[in-house]
């Protein structure tokens, strides 16, 4: 397995034998104009990819591609329990909740890190 930079896409891509199983879009956070804040805007696996350490992997990329800022956030489900796990372990922390109105009403959770709190990236 192998990462890829996506260039100018703020994006790194999981390739293995050839095929893309996963990718992580990052970038300035988008509803605000506060300077120094970042946004993981999605990372995603393919299923019989998943607990191997790939998606720990990418969001590490990302970390460091984003370590220049203050924090770090992200939207997640609330129904997903195992991503909400997976950004817990990795040192993410809920600071809100917000009913979606994209999202046919579910909740979802507003999660910070701080690349500059922790020695692990």
């Not at 970042?38 to 370590?67: S, T």
């Not at 956030?73 to 372990?89: P, R």
């Not at 979802?108 to 709190?117: G, I, N, S």
Request: aromatic fraction near 16%; include cysteine.
């Amino acid at each position: 397995m192998r990462i890829a930079w996506q260039g100018t896409d703020h994006s790194f891509i999981a390739v293995q034998d050839s095929q893309v199983v996963g990718f992580v879009g990052y970038g300035p956070l988008r509803d605000s104009y506060a300077e120094k804040i970042g946004e993981i805007y999605g990372l995603y696996l393919l299923p019989q990819y998943q607990g191997r350490g790939i998606g720990r992997a990418l969001l590490r990329f990302a970390v460091k591609a984003l370590f220049d800022q203050r924090k770090i956030q992200l939207w997640v489900l609330q129904q997903n329990q195992k991503a909400i796990c997976f950004y817990e372990n990795f040192g993410f922390y809920e600071i809100a909740r917000q009913k979606s109105t994209a999202y046919g009403g579910a909740w979802l959770l507003r999660m910070e890190y701080y690349p500059h709190a922790t020695k692990e990236i």
